[in-house]
C-alpha cells in the first residue's frame, strides 16, 4: 500500500499499524507492505495523480449543507476542528445523528459527480467507509493471536504502550513486523504458532527469496548518491541513512528575515511535526488571536506541518506568524519552548520530545549546580544522553 501519509494512512500511529496488522490477518497475507511519501513529496506518488482528474468533477459545483438547530450550529461554529467536532459526537449522540443527516445530500452530491468520471477508460468507483459494525467484525480477528487466553482485544489496545500488557501480541510484532520513519511491513517468518496454522501460501522457493524492503543506504559515509535497490535487497539495513535523518540546520532566507524574532518574547504557541513528533515553536510579533489560534489548530489536525516548513506558505499570516524552518526532525527542541509564555507548554525531552519525563537522583545533583536542566526521558538517558545543563550555580565554598 502506498499513500500521501495522511492522518489516517500514517505508518508510525498505532491505529494505523493496528488496521495494518488486522488486514494482514484477515487477507491471510504473506508479507505486507506499507509505504507514505516523504513531505513535499505527494507529486512522487501516484494515487496523488487522481486529484487533478477529481479536481474535473468539482468545477462549477456549489455545495451546502442544510442547517441543524441553532444550538448545534452554535455548537459547530464554536468547534472549528474536527478533532472536537468528533468529541462533542462522542458526549451527544443526537448532535451526531443531526450532523451526519446534515452532510447527507453533500456526500451524496460528490458521489454522484466522482462517478460520472473515468481514469485510463474505467470508472472511478466510490466506496462507502466502514461503519461500526464492520470495524467491531475485524477486530475479532485479533482473538486468533491470543493463544495465552490473556484476554486480548481491540478495545484494550489503546495506545502503543498497551501492548506490553500482551505477550501474544509483543511475539507476534517482534517476529513479524518492521518500523521505519516511512515503512510499515509485516511478514511471515515460517517458524512460530501463527505460522503453523498459517502457512506461507507461497512456494517455498519463492517465499525464501521474499525479504525486507530495504533501508537507503549511501554509496559511502556522508554521500548524497544512494545504492541501487538490487545491491541492498536481501541485506540486513538501517534507518541510519534516511536523508531526513542526517540533515543538518541551515537558517533559511525567511529565517533570516525573521532576524531577532526567534526569541522567547514572541514564543506564542508550538505546533507538533506529523514526521517526529517534536512540538516546534510557534512565534510572533503580537499575542495570537482566536482567528489564528484556530488555523493553527486546523494545520495542526490535518497534519500538514513538518519540520523544515513553512507554517503558513502563502496568506496574510505567513509573515506574522512563523516557525524556524531551518531546522529538522533530527534537530533537539528549542530553548524558547521551555520559557512557556503561554503558559500551557507541559515539560517534554529536549532530545527526542517526548512527553514521558524522567527524574532520578543524577538528575537531582545536576539541578544543585546548574540553574536550567533541560528535561529528558528514560529512554533518551538510557541510550546513554544525559540533560542538557545552562548556568553553572555558583558556590560559597571557599578556596582552600
Known amino acids: 500500500m502506498y499513500t500521501d501519509g495522511g492522518p489516517d494512512h500514517r505508518s508510525t500511529f498505532w491505529s494505523v499499524q493496528l488496521a495494518c496488522i488486522l488486514i494482514f490477518i484477515s487477507l491471510d497475507l504473506d508479507m505486507l507492505v506499507t509505504a507514505r511519501t516523504a513531505p513535499m513529496a505527494s507529486y512522487a506518488n501516484p494515487a496523488e495523480r487522481i486529484m487533478s482528474l477529481l479536481n474535473l468533477a468539482l468545477q462549477n459545483v456549489a455545495l451546502e449543507r442544510p442547517d441543524m438547530i441553532e444550538d448545534y450550529e452554535r455548537k459547530m461554529k464554536r468547534n472549528g476542528s474536527m478533532t472536537k467536532v468528533r468529541n462533542i459526537g462522542e458526549k451527544e449522540p443526537d448532535f451526531k445523528t443531526a450532523l451526519l443527516q446534515s452532510t447527507k445530500h453533500v456526500i451524496s452530491k460528490l458521489d454522484d459527480r466522482f462517478s460520472r468520471l473515468k481514469w485510463k477508460d474505467r470508472n472511478v468507483n466510490m466506496h462507502e467507509s466502514a461503519n461500526i459494525d464492520d470495524i467491531e467484525d475485524i477486530g475479532h480477528l485479533l482473538s486468533i493471536l491470543d493463544h495465552l487466553d490473556e484476554g486480548l482485544s481491540i478495545e484494550k489496545l489503546k495506545t502503543k504502550k498497551d501492548i506490553e500488557k500482551f505477550k501474544c501480541l509483543k511475539n507476534f510484532i517482534d517476529l513479524h513486523t518492521r518500523e521505519r520513519q516511512y515503512t510499515y511491513q509485516i511478514k511471515k517468518c515460517g517458524n512460530c504458532a501463527y505460522c503453523t496454522i498459517n502457512p506461507p501460501r507461497l512456494s517455498q522457493e519463492l517465499f525464501d527469496n521474499l525479504h525486507w524492503l530495504p533501508d537507503p543506504v549511501p554509496v559511502q559515509k556522508d554521500s548524497d548518491e544512494y545504492k541501487s535497490f538490487d545491491d541492498v535487497y536481501g541485506e540486513e539495513t538501517d534507518d541510519s541513512g534516511r536523508p531526513s535523518l542526517v540533515s543538518k540546520n541551515v537558517p533559511t532566507s525567511a529565517d533570516l528575515g525573521h532576524k531577532g524574532g526567534f526569541v522567547a518574547a514572541r514564543a506564542r504557541s508550538f505546533i507538533i511535526c506529523r514526521e517526529c513528533g517534536k512540538r516546534r515553536v510557534v512565534y510572533s510579533g503580537k499575542r495570537l488571536t482566536i482567528d489564528q489560534m484556530r488555523l493553527i489548530e486546523r494545520v495542526q489536525e490535518e497534519f500538514i506541518f513538518t519540520c523544515g516548513a513553512p507554517l503558513?506558505?502563502?496568506?496574510?499570516?505567513?509573515?506574522?506568524?512563523?516557525?524556524?524552518?531551518?531546522?529538522?526532525?533530527?534537530?533537539?527542541?528549542?530553548?524558547?519552548?521551555?520559557?512557556?509564555?503561554?503558559?500551557?507548554?507541559?515539560?517534554?525531552?529536549?532530545?527526542?520530545?517526548?512527553?514521558?519525563?524522567?527524574?532520578?537522583?543524577?538528575?537531582?545533583?545536576?539541578?544543585?549546580?546548574?540553574?536550567?536542566?533541560?528535561?529528558?526521558?528514560?529512554?533518551?538517558?538510557?541510550?546513554?544522553?544525559?540533560?542538557?545543563?545552562?548556568?553553572?550555580?555558583?558556590?560559597?565554598?571557599?578556596?582552600?
Open 312 to 400: 503558513f506558505p502563502d496568506g496574510v499570516m505567513k509573515e506574522t506568524v512563523y516557525v524556524r524552518e531551518g531546522q529538522s526532525c533530527n534537530s533537539e527542541m528549542e530553548t524558547t519552548y521551555y520559557s512557556d509564555v503561554s503558559g500551557l507548554n507541559t515539560p517534554v525531552c529536549f532530545f527526542c520530545g517526548d512527553t514521558e519525563v524522567i527524574t532520578n537522583q543524577e538528575i537531582q545533583n545536576l539541578k544543585q549546580e546548574y540553574g536550567i536542566v533541560r528535561p529528558i526521558c528514560d529512554t533518551c538517558f538510557q541510550g546513554g544522553k544525559r540533560p542538557a545543563v545552562r548556568n553553572a550555580l555558583k558556590t560559597n565554598k571557599k578556596k582552600r
